[in-house]
């Protein structure tokens, strides 16, 4: 109780109530991603950020809007991720394998259960909703940071390299939570290393060079 009155005390600087809405965000995201965002109420919410009704619904007009918070800060996780890509000085084709090797790596951490972003669009699938327009405007501008790391590599393909890219990583994501989290990591890697090795051996102009000995699933299969 005592949190929940200094919480309270210290709206007039904006501090305790920031802290306040950190734990409300915080708290969303877990359950969430763990349970859904449809069977997560507001009172559990409440109850488990220790704060009070009334800190709520100063923050977050709705749990919606709440959601809509929620969708933010993965998005913005994101952001932060590709932004240490490259900031650091790595070629295009790092960048990508490093995506990759990101996504092994929330595909097999424990607790994972799919993408954020589809399984929130899967609750939300109006697309006048606010929480699907701000799954899609995730997913516009990560489709548009890949195809422009691909504009790096081919001048006449990117766009379709950027879409070949998201959709093996929504598959990827989606086969790791319903299958074995290994073998969907393996089989992206080895994808994302073909789409690679395609674009980066054609010139502007040239038929598509195929490629045959590239093995799209993960060794021991």
Not at 35 to 53: C, F, M, P, Q
Not at 88 to 103: H, M, N, Q
Request: with cysteine; net charge neutral; hydrophobic share 40%.
């Amino acid at each position: 109780m005592a949190d929940m009155t200094q919480t309270e005390a210290g709206a007039g600087t904006g501090r305790r109530v920031s802290a306040a809405r950190e734990r409300l965000l915080s708290t969303a995201g877990r359950l969430f991603y763990a349970e859904g965002i449809h069977t997560v109420g507001v009172d559990r919410l409440v109850a488990e950020s220790k704060v009070t009704n009334a800190t709520f619904y100063r923050h977050f007009r709705s749990k919606d809007d709440l959601a809509v918070a929620y969708i933010g800060s993965v998005d913005q996780a994101i952001r932060a991720q590709l932004d240490t890509l490259t900031t650091a000085d790595v070629p295009a084709d790092g960048i990508l394998r490093g995506i990759g090797a990101s996504l092994v790596e929330q595909i097999r951490s424990p607790g994972y259960r799919g993408c954020a972003f589809l399984n929130a669009a899967a609750e939300f699938p109006d697309p006048a909703h606010p929480v699907h327009r701000a799954v899609v405007q995730h997913r516009d501008w990560f489709l548009r940071t890949i195809t422009n790391l691909f504009a790096e590599i081919t001048t006449t393909q990117a766009d379709h390299a950027g879409r070949h890219f998201v959709m093996l990583r929504d598959g990827a994501m989606s086969a790791g939570y319903l299958g074995d989290p290994a073998l969907a990591g393996e089989t992206l890697l080895r994808g994302i290393d073909g789409l690679l090795r395609i674009h980066t051996t054609r010139t502007p102009g040239s038929p598509p060079t195929p490629v045959t000995d590239i093995d799209c699933s993960p060794p021991g299969t």
